[in-house]
């Protein structure tokens, strides 16, 4: 997927969020989108998930099916649990019996049944991110992802998202609290004036020290930052082995799921003979 010369603002008088934007991600990519408060970061999602239309520039090999879960799930909607996934669930063409395993595993089989309105801020969130998972994404856009959520669910959501990018999905998170940080090859992008760069492994973003978070300039060639992923990039201090396990096709999501939530960085170096 090939962000190029990405400019967008909200309207003609309102001030550029980006210009000139440029980002790359590949199959099975994890990216964080990180940068100073107000930047850009939900408007940079939004447009990766097709919600907002470029100003200028374009978005290019766009994976078909998106989920994309917002940092604010719109609760104040006169629906059960149920009934509103139901809905998406057709919307999405997804079979339905897969709310039941989402919500079984994200923790809140036992809320179907209740008003949207009724749901705590966790638990609306969590409705939010079962709407973007029950239809396998090709990209996922989570916005702000484990705010709010119970240790159990910020420890399953790693692995849910290990696994999709396993099967080759482009997953972009922004994810203020870090849960994310030790993710193996997780890349790092920053929207700072204007432009999203990439940050190399261990560098910190300053949150604190942006100079112009937006401002009434126009698109004048702001940086771009195209590179190539690698899959194994964990760093350690006391070295890296490349281990390699030769693992029967039926258990490979499963194994890979398990090393990634482990902290390891897994490649599948060959796909199965079909
Ligand atoms: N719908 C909108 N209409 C006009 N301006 C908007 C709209 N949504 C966001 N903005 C403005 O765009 C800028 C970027 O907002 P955005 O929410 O994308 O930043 P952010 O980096 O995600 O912020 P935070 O770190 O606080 O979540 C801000 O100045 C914000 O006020």
């Known amino acids: 997927m090939r962000v190029t010369n990405l400019?967008?603002?909200?309207?003609?008088?309102?001030?550029?969020?980006?210009?000139?934007?440029?980002?790359?991600?590949?199959?099975?990519?994890?990216?964080?989108?990180?940068?100073?408060?107000?930047?850009?970061?939900?408007?940079?999602?939004?447009?990766?998930?097709?919600?907002?239309?470029?100003?200028?520039?374009?978005?290019?090999?766009?994976?078909?099916?998106?989920?994309?879960?917002?940092?604010?799930?719109?609760?104040?909607?006169?629906?059960?649990?149920?009934a509103y996934l139901r809905h998406m669930a057709a919307v999405q063409g997804t079979d339905p019996r897969r709310i039941g395993e989402w919500c079984e595993r994200l923790g809140m089989a036992h809320l179907l049944r209740h008003p949207l309105p009724d749901l705590s801020k966790g638990s609306a969130h969590k409705v939010g991110l079962v709407q973007a998972l029950m239809r396998e994404p090709g990209l996922l856009i989570l916005d702000e992802p484990f705010a709010g959520l119970d240790a159990a669910t910020r420890a399953e959501l790693p692995r849910i998202i290990g696994e999709i990018s396993t099967r080759g999905g482009i997953v972009v998170v922004s994810d203020h609290q870090g849960d994310l940080r030790s993710f193996p090859g997780l890349r790092r992008h920053e929207v700072r004036n204007r432009a999203i760069s990439e940050l190399s492994t261990g560098e910190a973003h300053s949150p604190h020290t942006a100079t112009d978070p937006v401002t009434a300039a126009g698109p004048v060639g702001a940086a771009s930052s195209d590179t190539t992923a690698s899959p194994v990039t964990a760093g350690s201090p006391e070295g890296v082995v490349v281990l390699e396990v030769a693992v029967p096709v039926s258990k490979v999501e499963d194994l890979a799921g398990r090393l990634r939530a482990e902290g390891h960085a897994v490649r599948i170096a060959q796909e199965p003979a079909k």
């Open 7 to 82: 400019s967008f603002r909200y309207g003609r008088r309102e001030p550029w969020i980006l210009t000139e934007a440029g980002l790359t991600l590949s199959p099975g990519d994890v990216t964080e989108i990180v940068g100073p408060n107000g930047t850009g970061k939900s408007t940079l999602l939004r447009l990766l998930a097709g919600l907002l239309r470029p100003s200028t520039g374009m978005i290019a090999e766009r994976p078909d099916v998106i989920g994309y879960a917002p940092e604010r799930f719109p609760a104040a909607q006169p629906f059960t649990v149920t």
